[in-house]
T-cell receptor, first 111, second 112 residues
């Protein structure tokens, strides 16, 4: 079945640093989504991407839908303590009824 | 606006006991509904999804079952819990997958 390879699995950064994570797949996706999960909560949608090459921002977050439609990345600028959590990418294949999720990137910020 | 309710928030159950977790959605009709399990705070494993009343697709053979008795109600069940059933269970809904999923707040299940 389709799989998303999300990297890195973990990140340990200093407050104020920029963060970059990405997802790749051997399959083509029509939609890419990025979620954030706080401890003990359900994931919350951050950014949705619908077109190849699309670059979308949400505050300090920027995500891009890769030209090949097989990858996406998420950048966080000037990280702050509340950015801590697990970030998931997810992709939707045309005609499918379910998302494919990456394994997540756990972000830890050192004060 | 649409909301999703999932309960209970936490549950401690003995091995061999039954399980029933409920999820309801408000403010939408004919949603796709999903049950996920998350172990150790990483990775979302799709357990079941439903595109309509009485329609259940199982993704992973296991000790669990799902039912959708009403359009906006999705139930996860087990007749006899195993230790390996412990985890964080998440319900989600979508409009045919478009715009992604909206997740509930989850149920932390500990089987002892």
């Amino acid at each position: 079945g389709q799989q998303l390879n999300q990297s890195p699995q973990s990140m340990f950064i200093q407050e104020g640093e920029d963060v970059s994570m990405n997802c790749t797949s051997s399959s083509i996706f029509n939609t890419w989504l990025w979620y954030k999960q706080d401890p003990g909560e359900g994931p919350v949608l951050l950014i949705a991407l619908y077109k190849a090459g699309e670059l979308t921002s949400n505050g300090r977050l920027t995500a891009q839908f890769g030209i090949t439609r097989k990858d996406s990345f998420l950048n966080i600028s000037a990280s702050i303590p509340s950015d801590v959590g697990i970030y998931f990418c997810a992709g939707l294949i045309q005609g499918a009824q379910k998302l494919v999720f990456g394994q997540g990137t756990r972000l830890t910020i050192n004060p | 606006s649409q909301t999703i309710h999932q309960w209970p928030a936490t549950l401690v159950q003995p091995v061999g006991s039954p399980l029933s977790l409920e999820c309801t959605v408000e403010g939408t009709s004919n949603p796709n509904l999903y049950w996920y399990r998350q172990a150790a705070g990483r990775g979302l494993q799709l357990l079941f999804y439903s595109v309509g009343i009485g329609q259940i697709s199982s993704e992973v053979p296991q000790n669990l079952s799902a039912s959708r008795p009403q359009d906006r109600q999705f139930i996860l069940s087990s007749k006899k819990l195993l230790l390996s059933d412990s985890g964080f269970y998440l319900c989600a809904w979508s409009v045919r997958g478009i715009d992604g999923y909206t997740f509930g707040s989850g149920t932390r299940l500990t089987v002892v």
